[in-house]
């Protein structure tokens, strides 16, 4: 069974500073899914990833497929950016393994 | 404007009381799935259909229900909810195979008494 870890946990930054949260999973995949929750609820899907990198404005994902590891990371961090990053992987008939989630809180 | 709709939003029930808590999605999606979030645990996975007439169980399909009559329509059942089926939920779908970009409903936050 997939096994999905995030870290860190928690992470509170200032504003501007550079983010990097980590996604380690346990076995082969056919993709890793970076999804960002605010306070209130809603999930949204920030990236799908299945090799190499992707950016979209400050936010970069990677993954390095031999080692089962991904990384996201913030450039230019600002208050909007707080929200819960959950990485998923998903490579089975049966959808996505989640992480626990990493709680970022950017101070002004 | 391609979403993924759930309701109610809010429900406050009492531990016995059979309710339907309805998803649907406008984009022809094949995959439908849901998903309880608590704190500490995070998202799991209840119950998933691959399409119409096709279900089966996630990782805690234990007091749920759900049935796939339409493509569009994946409603999650508790016959008889209990205390610790409390939690926010969440219905997502996503084209073809269920690795693909899923798109999230805004979460049904479920309180049983």
């Known amino acids: 069974k997939n096994e999905v870890e995030q870290s860190p946990q928690n992470l509170t930054a200032q504003e501007g500073e550079f983010i990097t949260i980590n996604c380690s999973y346990s076995?082969?995949?056919?993709?890793l899914h970076w999804l960002q929750q605010h306070p209130g609820g809603g999930i949204v899907s920030l990236f799908m990833?299945?090799?190499g990198k992707k950016k979209h404005g400050r936010l970069i994902a990677t993954i390095n497929i031999q080692e089962k590891h991904s990384s996201l990371h913030i450039t230019a961090s600002h208050p909007r950016d707080s929200a819960v990053y959950i990485c998923?992987?998903?490579?089975?008939?049966?959808?996505?393994?989640f992480g626990k989630g990493t709680h970022l809180i950017i101070q002004p | 404007e391609a979403q993924v709709t759930q309701n109610p939003r809010y429900l406050i029930t009492v531990t016995g009381k059979k309710l339907t808590v309805t998803c649907s999605q406008n984009?022809?999606?094949?995959?439908m799935s849901w998903y309880r979030q608590d704190p500490g645990l995070g998202l799991r996975q209840i119950y998933y259909?691959?399409?119409?007439?096709?279900?089966d169980k996630g990782d805690v399909p234990e007091g749920y229900k759900v049935s796939r009559k339409e493509k569009r329509n994946f409603p999650l059942i508790l016959e008889s909810p209990s205390p610790n089926q409390t939690s926010l939920y969440f219905c997502?779908?996503?084209?073809?195979?269920?690795?693909?970009?899923?798109?999230f409903g805004p979460g049904t936050r479920l309180t049983v008494l």
């Open positions: 990833l299945s090799s």
């Open positions: 998923a992987s998903g490579g089975g008939a049966d959808g996505l393994t």
């Open positions: 997502a779908s996503s084209l073809g195979v269920p690795y693909n970009e899923q798109f």
């Open positions: 984009m022809n999606h094949e995959y």
């Open positions: 076995v082969g995949i056919s993709a």
């Open positions: 259909s691959m399409n119409v007439e096709v279900t």
